[in-house]
């Protein structure tokens, strides 16, 4: 192989590794991480720095007490790309942690949680 074409494959497979490697991360949520409402949340909302597959994405709440609650199976937000959303059942005051996992397109999966407070 002439040296200009490996040079070539080396210089566009170094600049395509990143993507290679880039799994779905979230980047804004509904309720906001640390964010205290003033009454129970009828939603949860997930966004992503790429596009999820909402048919395999899992949202759990788990409160500080221990107690598990199952959001209703995400669906795909059709007004912000790369989000999806789910209906939660109606939380007590108290904190909760919201447990997600997501697989993106690359079909990677990723995890990740976050907390927030439901105010008496």
Request: glycine share 6%; net charge positive; proline share 8%.
């Amino acid at each position: 192989m002439k040296t200009p074409l490996r040079f070539a494959l080396a210089t566009l497979a170094t600049a395509l590794s990143p993507l290679a490697i880039a799994h779905a991360s979230l980047v804004a949520s509904f309720p906001a991480k640390g964010q205290t409402l003033t009454g129970s949340p009828s939603e949860i909302h997930l966004t992503f720095n790429e596009h999820v597959e909402p048919r395999y994405c899992r949202i759990k709440l788990v409160s500080d007490a221990g107690k598990n609650f199952d959001a209703d199976r995400p669906v795909a937000d059709k007004t912000t790309p790369n989000a999806i959303i789910a209906a939660v059942p109606v939380l007590k005051p108290g904190t909760y942690s919201a447990r997600w996992t997501a697989v993106g397109g690359d079909g990677h999966k990723t995890h990740g949680d976050f907390k927030f407070t439901v105010a008496k």
